[in-house]
């Protein structure tokens, strides 16, 4: 048995079937078959059901899977400690970033990293804090920047940035007066809501609730500059963290500080695979983040 007849297997199981995994691997079909079959020769059982172009695992195939990944997964980071001997002069880092906040919080950290790290290859993922989460626990990233999930031992994580939210109004709406609104008096407002892959939107929703109100949804998006282009265009509120809503407020754009509970916040951790190593490149980008951290709060 061979980690690359295990990489193969895997491939098949995730790609649904051997002319998919060949594509990806990009090695013949007829390669893809003869690996598995030698995997199923060493191992003295049959790891799929054929039926015709479609493959089905077995009983036994659904316990090799999930051995597959952990020694794949553990032959990965064995590959991770070794290539630490270059003292980063050669790497990769599978980083994930939010989407919501990239241009304020990341770009010019990424462009530092990149300066100090030039022979680091990074591979950016960007989506909501459930997609990051679940691209760390797959490995297919080693860090990503997600709300600190306080409450979940599945990850280690390191905090980032604590903001508080601002509420973005059209500038003709009853309440753009102020210099502040409280999240209750917003109870007839539609909300412009995110993705449903943000953790923002659940925090949103419990936020009303304990206020005592469900919010109205006006619309979606996992683009802030486009939600603001709602509110300008009258269809509603956006709660946007105030490091995000400072770049983003337009004249037709009224911001207001957000009084409302203190679990409505937008706290940015990097989270990792409990117990997973961590490249060097992996902990360069978290002492970087360290470095330009000032008491929780990213400037």
Known sequence: MEFKQLRTFVEVVRH??????AQHLHISQSAVSKQVAQL???LSTTLFDRFGSHVRLTAAGQVVLQRAEGMLRLHKELLSELDDLSHLERGELKLGLPLLGGNALF???????????????????EGGSLNIEQAVLSGELELGGSLTPKNNQAFSWQPFCDEPLDALLPA???LAEGGSVRLEQLAETPFLLY??????????VQACQQMGFTPKEGGRSGQSDFLVA???AGQ??????????RELVRPDVIRLKLIAPDTLRWDIAFIWREGAYLSRAAQAWLELLRERSITGSVL
């Open 16 to 21: 649904g079937g051997f002319t998919q995994a």
């Open 40 to 42: 199923e020769h060493s």
């Open 107 to 125: 770009a010019n950290l990424f462009a530092e990293y990149r300066r100090r790290y030039p022979n680091i290859q990074v591979q950016l993922l």
């Open 172 to 174: 003709n709406h009853p």
């Open 195 to 204: 993705q449903r892959s943000f953790v923002l939107n659940d925090r949103v």
């Open 230 to 232: 709602l509110v300008a």
């Open 236 to 245: 509603g509120v956006v709660l946007l963290p105030s490091v995000v809503a």
